[in-house]
């Protein structure tokens, strides 16, 4: 079993890719927290509280804490690849409380491949490989309350902002405006603001109409423009001084919202109109 820890704290993310096989013995394990796995590839048996169930891609497995599991690969020979997010009491609590979630919401099971599940799994993957704008803290609540609605059979009690939470929104976007060249993280974010994290994104997102991490990253690439600019200065120097961590995710995320790469809006800001107008072409033909 190979253990990756990808966000510590009251939401923890952790990817598993486990090589096991038919002739690999199960081994009992114990849920320590709420937790919702993603199978993202292979197959797996999964059983716990008397009951089995075979979980396969696109599958979640539920755990409530103190519940006794095991593990088998009885029906796969290459193992498989999980997403798992691990909720702190408090904060399973407070995720279930807008879902208005009857109290067996978080027993221990294994759920089949739900398109609404999915959609959010596959997302939390791509933003764990920095490959969307949405944060991976984020989509792990996002995540575990679009569950919620699921085995709740109702919505979400809808978020009406107050003046207070309009206040603390938009003082947070200040906030994220003056840092986003920081290592800067939803909670952190939602801690200045006095608030849960998982408060902290539904407020958010209400007043403004765009995720913490969304409006972080924006106000990345707001900076990095007047940079790029500067030919004094490398595209690297250009990602790291903008907030970006590395390079790759900077030209990943530049091109993705101007439809060309950093080093081509540098041409462009030279002077090469045509960088330019084949992008306005190519807008207006699709």
Not at 39 to 51: A, N, P
Not at 78 to 86: K, P, R, V
């Amino acid at each position: 079993m190979h253990v990756t820890p990808l966000l510590q704290g009251p939401l923890t993310v952790v990817d598993y890719r486990c090589d096991s096989g038919p002739g690999d013995v199960a081994f009992v394990e114990l849920h320590e927290r709420h937790s919702l796995a993603y199978v993202r590839r292979g197959s797996f048996g999964y059983q716990t509280r008397g009951r089995s169930y075979e979980l396969v891609a696109g599958s979640v497995l539920i755990g409530r804490p103190g519940d006794e599991y095991r593990c088998s690969h009885d029906h796969h020979l290459c193992g498989d690849e999980c997403l798992s997010f691990h909720f702190a009491p408090a904060l399973a609590e407070e995720l279930a409380g807008p879902c208005r979630c009857p109290p067996g919401a978080w027993v221990a099971a294994g759920l089949p491949p739900l398109p609404e599940l999915m959609v959010l799994g596959e997302l939390a993957q791509a933003a764990a490989e920095g490959r969307s704008e949405l944060g991976l803290d984020e989509l792990g609540l996002l995540f575990a309350q679009r569950y919620l609605r699921l085995v709740g059979g109702r919505d979400a009690a809808p978020m009406r902002a107050q003046a207070r939470d309009r206040r603390r929104a938009i003082e947070a976007a200040l906030w994220l405006d003056a840092h986003a060249h920081e290592a800067v993280d939803l909670q952190r974010t939602a801690a200045g603001a006095g608030v849960s994290a998982f408060h902290f994104l539904r407020l958010f997102s209400a007043v403004l109409g765009v995720t913490p991490h969304q409006y972080l990253l924006r106000a990345r690439l707001r900076r990095a423009v007047p940079l790029l600019a500067d030919e004094q200065r490398s595209i690297t120097q250009v990602a790291y001084d903008s907030g970006f961590a590395d390079l790759s995710n900077f030209v990943r995320t530049f091109h993705r919202a101007a439809g060309v790469s950093p080093r081509g809006f540098r041409r462009a800001a030279r002077g090469d109109r045509k960088i330019l107008q084949e992008r306005i072409r190519a807008h207006a033909a699709s």
